[in-house]
């Protein structure tokens, strides 16, 4: 009876303890197989440092900081807007040059002529007259009278030495401060006309020898009588 039990044990433990001790096994296998994503096989994927060829180090490059700060720029205020501007006066017009005040009166006539025959002549026509004369010899000797103040008018000969008239009426005419004195001519050349053309402006041309009348009234109507041109000379 009892080994019947026993064999009736034995053949049942055997086959389940054989059973038990497979799927023990298959556990233990199925635990200890590597999984995908296990370290080991991040392990076996990384290279060995020791085979690896060696990588250069690239140095980092640090940015050099600029010598001068960059200026910084300021928000430019907005233009305050012009004001209006007001009308300007139109210019003034230039005042006009005073006048150059006159030289002062040397003589009533000066009298012009290389002869003393003639000069002594018409000194006695003048003088009588009230009428103050000044005597010149020729052009440049009358030019250097005018130079020293201011005549009513002048009586000129035409044919001088040194100067002659129509050379002296030039001579005057061209300067400013002379050229509003009146002349009259005197000459011994019969073409009255001819000589005329060569002087310009002048107020009269009498031939020699002149009639006294003629000649002092020709000199009153220019330059007034004695009494009336002084009392001009008075008020300049």
Not at 57 to 82: D, E, I, K, N, T
Not at 187 to 202: F, K, N, P, S, Y
């Amino acid at each position: 009876m009892l080994s019947q039990i026993l064999n009736t044990l034995q053949s049942v433990l055997i086959p389940v303890i054989v059973a038990l001790l497979v799927v023990g096994a298959g556990l233990v296998w199925w635990v200890g197989r590597p999984r995908k994503g296990d370290r080991p096989e991040l392990d076996r994927a990384r290279p060995d440092p020791a085979r690896a060829p060696a990588t250069r180090r690239v140095p980092s490059v640090q940015p050099v900081p600029s010598a001068q700060p960059a200026p910084s720029v300021q928000p430019r205020p907005p233009a305050a807007s012009a004001p209006p501007l007001a009308p300007q006066p139109p210019p003034a017009a230039p005042a006009a040059p005073a006048a150059a005040p006159l030289a002062p009166l040397v003589a009533d006539l000066l009298l012009v002529d290389d002869s003393a025959v003639v000069r002594a002549k018409l000194r006695r026509l003048f003088e009588p007259a009230g009428y103050r004369v000044a005597l010149a010899r020729d052009g440049q000797e009358a030019l250097q009278l005018l130079a020293q103040g201011r005549y009513a008018l002048m009586v000129t000969d035409l044919e001088m030495p040194n100067l002659d008239g129509v050379g002296l009426i030039n001579a005057v005419q061209g300067q400013p401060a002379l050229a509003q004195m009146p002349i009259m001519a005197i000459t011994g050349h019969d073409d009255l006309q001819a000589r005329l053309d060569e002087c310009r402006e002048i107020c009269g041309i009498y031939r020699k020898p002149w009639i006294d009348d003629d000649l002092l009234g020709h000199v009153q109507m220019l330059v007034g009588s004695r009494s009336a041109h002084t009392a001009q000379a008075q008020d300049h």
